[in-house]
């Protein structure tokens, strides 16, 4: 069975802390892992999708990386503005199957 | 920037009572879905749905459960008696290739008394 791992739940950083949160996950021929973020009462925003270890992309503060096991999300020099929470998701197989969701980090930025 | 619209944004259903959760996937989308998210817990799968017909489902996804694309632009999700435990945030997501990430709705919130 598929599974998604995210650590840690919560994590509370003062504006300008860098810090990475992390997604292991386990799954039969994995076809993309994918980082979302969402706000309360809304959606997932779609930030990252990553298909192969050693894989990185930027936007802005953020940048996600995927080994063979895991995936990383760093945050550089956050903002109040980037406190949300971030989701991590994987694609498994082939053809049209679903998302496997983590539970999620919930992030606080403080001023 | 092209987005994915549903209705309504919050529910409220007794219990026993047909429900029915809209959504507009972005125009151009092939490929529609919805998950469920119970609060404070992970988001589920629930249906996947291209071609007219339901590629794959989840085991919440019983015979109380049913999708409907009724007119090429709406796509919907009809519960037909609902249980208290349906009680949920309701997300449709929809992609225009297999390989493209799913873009989500702000979800409706069901609510069963």
């Known amino acids: 069975e598929d599974q998604v791992t995210q650590s840690p739940e919560a994590l509370r950083l003062q504006e300008g802390e860098s810090s990475s949160l992390n997604c292991s996950y386990t799954?039969?021929?994995?076809?993309?892992l994918f980082w979302y973020r969402q706000d309360p009462g809304k959606g997932p925003e779609f930030l990252f999708t990553?298909?192969?270890a050693g894989e990185e992309k930027e936007k802005e503060r953020l940048k996600a990386t995927l080994t063979k096991k895991e995936s990383f999300l760093h945050i550089t020099a956050p903002k109040p503005e980037d406190s949300a929470t971030y989701l991590c998701?994987?694609?498994?197989?082939?053809?049209?199957?679903?998302?496997?969701f983590g539970k999620g980090t919930r992030l606080s930025v403080i001023a | 920037e092209p987005e994915v619209t549903q209705t309504p944004s919050h529910q409220v259903t007794q219990m026993g009572q047909e429900v029915i959760l809209r959504c507009v996937p972005i125009?151009?989308?092939?490929?529609f879905y919805w998950y469920r998210q119970i609060l404070g817990q992970k988001v589920e799968f629930l249906v996947s749905?291209?071609?007219?017909?339901?590629?794959?489902k989840s085991e919440i996804f019983d015979d109380q459960f049913s999708v409907e694309r009724p007119d090429g632009s709406n796509f919907t999700l009809k519960i037909r008696s609902t249980k208290l435990e349906d009680s949920a945030m309701y997300f449709c997501?929809?992609?225009?290739?297999?390989?493209?990430?799913?873009?989500f709705g702000d979800g409706t919130r069901l609510s069963i008394l």
């Open positions: 997501a929809s992609r225009k290739e297999s390989n493209q990430p799913q873009h």
């Open positions: 799954v039969s021929g994995l076809r993309g």
């Open positions: 990553l298909y192969s």
């Open positions: 998701a994987v694609q498994a197989g082939s053809g049209n199957t679903p998302l496997v």
């Open positions: 125009s151009n989308h092939l490929y």
């Open positions: 749905f291209y071609n007219n017909e339901i590629s794959e």
